[in-house]
């Protein structure tokens, strides 16, 4: 599994008792899509409570599905050799993945509500403005809005036109036609003044005010054209550099 937290909160009966005792349940609120990574088949998973994903191999999605509350190991060692012989799977092997999958939340905690484990970790997840900026000094966001209404209303207005043919034609004339003036002037490009002069960075500072926003947008607008959700908009501090940002990690799912 490509991420997982720390399990020592999750205690597993030992290996001589497991056998025959059933293993907890696997949370069914989890969004799970197949992906293609490095040309093999993967399995993504997506905690909706976290916004967290995992990439779990063949032999550990088996072992995912399986977890139902009744399956025991010697099910799951049965099955994994039934469905991969070509891979050894020991009951050391398996426990150590289902402890990961407890550390990172992926398992039904017992006696616990939906409301309680949302509630759980959020606080836990949850950090003091000043443990953040030290922590992230150098790249640190702060949500400011949820731009889900305002993207949908926005996609069904100008999605026909920001996606259509005629769109993307009249983009590649303009990108041409950028390079066309480039070209033209390149040799007038001495006379001008200093890059970082400091007029110069007035207009580069007025531009990004103006373009990055459109930038992000964007992305939203794209995310909203595949069928996906965006519920975060904000601003980003990037060594310092205050710009707009747009958090569309959620598209991840999208294997279109």
Sequence with gaps: MSEANNGNMFLLPDVMEIDERALPAARRDVEITEQVYDGKTCYVLKDPATMRYYRLRPPEYTIYQMLDGKVNMEDLERA???????????????????????????????????????????????RSWFQKIRQEFLFFRIPVMDPDGLLNRMHDKLGG???????????????LGAFVLLFQNIDKLDDRQPLLSWINMIYLAAAMLLIKPIHEFGHGLTAKHFGNEVHEMGILFLVFNPCFYCDVSGCVDDTG
Excluded at 161 to 175: A, C, K, N, T
């Design 80 to 126: 994994l050799a039934h469905q991969f012989p070509d891979e050894e799977y020991d009951v050391q092997v398996i426990m150590s993945f289902i402890i990961m999958l407890r550390g990172a939340n992926l398992l039904h905690v017992p006696g616990s509500t939906d409301t309680d484990y949302l509630l759980g970790r959020k606080k836990t997840m949850e």
């Design 161 to 175: 036109i920001i996606f259509s043919r005629g769109m993307r034609i009249f983009s590649i004339l303009m990108m």
